[in-house]
Nanobody, 116 residues
Framework: QVQLVESGGGLVQAGGSLRLSCATS????????MGWFRQAPGKEREFVAS????????YYANSVKGRFTCSRDNAKNTMYLQMNSLKPEDTGVYYC?????????WGQGTQVTVSS
C-alpha cells in the first residue's frame, strides 16, 4: 500500500516557524510533482504549495507566498515545507500528495496550530 507520511506539525505562536516533512518509500510517487494541501476546521481542503519532480519549479497559494518554502530531497524520498511567519489562519491539518493529488495517496496529515 502506498504511503505518504507527514510529520513536523505542532503548536506554535503567531510569527513562529515549523518545518513539515513528507516521506515515502514509493519511488514512483517521489518522482512525481508533489504538493502540500491543508484543511482548516469546517473548510474544504485547499492547495498550499507544489514542487516539480526535479525540484526546479515551485508554486504557492497567494496566502502563503513569501512565507512558505517547498523543497525536496529525492535521494531521501522526502519533501519539505518550511513555514515562517505563521499566522492563526494557517491552522489546519497539512497533507502531502502527488500533484495533481490522487485519492490513494492521502495520509493522516499533520496538525499545525498557530496561536494568536
Amino acid at each position: 500500500q502506498v504511503q505518504l507520511v507527514e510529520s513536523g506539525g505542532g503548536l506554535v505562536q503567531a510569527g513562529g516557524s515549523l518545518r513539515l516533512s513528507c516521506a515515502t518509500s514509493d519511488r514512483t510517487a517521489i518522482s512525481y510533482a508533489m504538493g502540500w494541501f491543508r484543511q482548516a476546521p469546517g473548510k474544504e481542503r485547499e492547495f498550499v504549495a507544489s514542487i516539480s519532480g526535479n525540484g526546479d519549479y515551485t508554486y504557492y497559494a497567494n496566502s502563503v507566498k513569501g512565507r512558505f518554502t517547498c523543497s525536496r530531497d529525492n535521494a531521501k524520498n522526502t519533501m519539505y515545507l518550511q513555514m515562517n511567519s505563521l499566522k492563526p489562519e494557517d491552522t489546519g491539518v497539512y497533507y502531502c500528495n502527488v500533484d495533481p493529488p490522487r485519492p490513494v495517496y492521502w495520509g493522516q496529515g499533520t496538525q499545525v496550530t498557530v496561536s494568536s
